[in-house]
């Protein structure tokens, strides 16, 4: 075996991993830009400005991925080279290969949010249709399950609208989500989410089958431009608003 293949490098001497996140010309663009910034009235657009300093954002963050894939690819070398010359280091191999797993995965989503405005904060909207009380109470389920998987990833949510229901739940509830690619994340949720489940507000206890609608849009100034996607989520629970398990989200 090669020495190449075994320490997980090519013959150019850079991990495969990072040369697949180094974007050709990332330096060069970037000097590009950082000649722009300075360049007199270059804020004479702020939204032009915004939109070129978010890229000088990605392109750093690309810069960066490669930069620590790298790293993290030479302290595998050490790894190998020591457990050849008979070393125990095998837990501090496996745990610097879940880390490196990791964050290519990580890398790999980022890469994948490449629309327009897939790095921008988000504005959800949450409305719950027909179906009244039952309908209401799916759409807050919807709504705290935002909340709760905004707070895992830390991202700091404001609630512009929450319309209490009649009974339970809500009749509109609208939350921006501030974070990195918090729109390109939430994109997926746009759409008709389904609930079919025994109804607790049903004294027969009969199946019910509620469709509230989730739509999603980036915080920026010309939120005109922003894709629209629909899309059909299902899900089968007989959970209260608020409770663990009442959604998958």
Same mark, same amino acid.
Do not use: H, M
């Given at each position: 075996m090669n020495n190449s293949s075994a320490t997980? &490098?090519?013959r150019s001497g850079r991990s495969p991993c990072a040369a697949a996140f180094d974007t050709p010309g990332t330096d060069r663009e970037l000097r590009e830009i950082e000649a722009r910034a300075a360049a007199a009235g270059f804020w004479s657009d702020p939204d032009g400005a915004q939109d070129v300093l978010r890229r000088r954002?990605?392109?750093?963050?690309?810069?960066? %991925?490669a930069e620590s894939l790298r790293r993290k690819a @030479?302290? %595998?070398?050490? %790894?190998? @080279?020591?457990?050849?010359?008979? @070393?125990?280091?095998?837990?501090?191999?496996?745990?610097a290969l879940d880390a490196l797993e990791a964050e290519v995965e990580a890398g790999e989503v980022k890469k994948t949010l490449g629309g327009e405005h897939d790095d921008r904060n988000a504005i959800v909207t949450i409305h719950p249709g027909t179906g009244g009380t039952e309908a209401q109470d799916w759409a807050e389920m919807l709504a705290r399950a935002y909340l709760r998987w905004a707070g895992r990833r830390d991202f700091k949510v404001d609630v512009i609208e929450w319309q209490p229901g009649d009974e339970?739940?809500?009749?509109?509830? &609208? %939350? &921006?989500?501030?974070?990195?690619y918090a729109y390109g994340l939430m994109l997926a949720e746009a759409g008709v989410h389904r609930l079919v489940r025994v109804s607790p507000f049903d004294r027969r206890r009969a199946g019910t089958r509620r469709s509230p609608r989730c739509s999603c849009g980036p915080n920026c100034p010309e939120t005109s431009r922003s894709r629209s996607t629909t899309g059909t989520y299902a899900s089968t629970?007989?959970?209260?608003?608020?409770?663990?398990?009442?959604?998958?989200t």
């Open positions: 997980g &490098t090519s954002r990605r392109l750093q963050d690309d810069r960066d %991925l @030479e302290d %595998l070398n050490v %790894l190998v @080279e020591w457990i050849r010359q008979g @070393e125990p280091v095998q837990d501090d191999l496996a745990a339970a739940g809500i009749k509109a509830g &609208t %939350l &921006t989500i501030a974070g990195d629970g007989t959970g209260r608003a608020g409770r663990a398990g009442s959604t998958s």
